[in-house]
């Protein structure tokens, strides 16, 4: 992930792991959370059934911020995580809250602060997630390359769609905190999907504030 993505997750690690906390806000921000990042949420519960139907075992979660998929996940019939995030702050962030969990004797949670570009394993993995990453990657296909690389059974990801009204908006919004931003078109998934030769794709379109798509490709 590039150094200036890197450096504005650093600098608003808790503040953007407080968008999960919906209990422990007020009521106005509450509401705006609910009523407009409710995707944010959503894309969570979509990852944990998609585990769940295909009795996937081993997860390689890509960009896993503040590791509330790791503490959502360690509760299902699973035996690995392995997350990885560039933000060191981020990975603090998810160390605390997986120290809080307790685990069964089987199951294993790895957390580590690389970039996913740099990471180097053996391992194979059932599945691949990868939620809220691309919208802050210029060229996805060489992520998604070598995520089918390490995954089994499939790879899950979102990918934040273009809107006329809505995207300009939110170019501008992160180009203030110089982050860049990146919008997909259903063109652009199906691009994708045909380089990876998936088996299969599914594509569910949320709505919310960036109106993501969660794609599933299916490798097997």
Known sequence: MPDNVTEYFNSSARAFDSLYD?????FVWRYINSRFRHD??????????????????TILDVGC????????????DIKKIVALDGSL???????????????????????????????QTKEKFDLVVSMGVFDYISDPLPYLIKMKDLALHSIIASFPSFSFYRSPFRKFRYLIKKCPVYSYTSRDIDYFSRQLQSNRI??????????DFIVT???K
């Open 217 to 219: 490709f299916f490798l």
């Open 89 to 119: 702050n981020m990975i603090k962030v998810a160390k605390e809250k997986m120290g809080k969990i307790r685990l069964s004797d089987n199951k294993i949670i790895s957390l580590d602060c690389v970039n996913f570009m740099d990471f």
């Open 202 to 211: 599914k594509i569910i379109k949320l709505k919310g504030s960036s109106g």
């Open 65 to 76: 911020g503040s590791g509330r998929y790791e503490v959502a996940i360690s509760k299902l």
């Open 22 to 26: 919906l209990e422990n806000m007020n």
């Open 40 to 57: 944010i949420h959503d894309r969570l519960l979509l990852t944990m059934k998609h585990i769940e139907e295909y009795n996937l075992k």
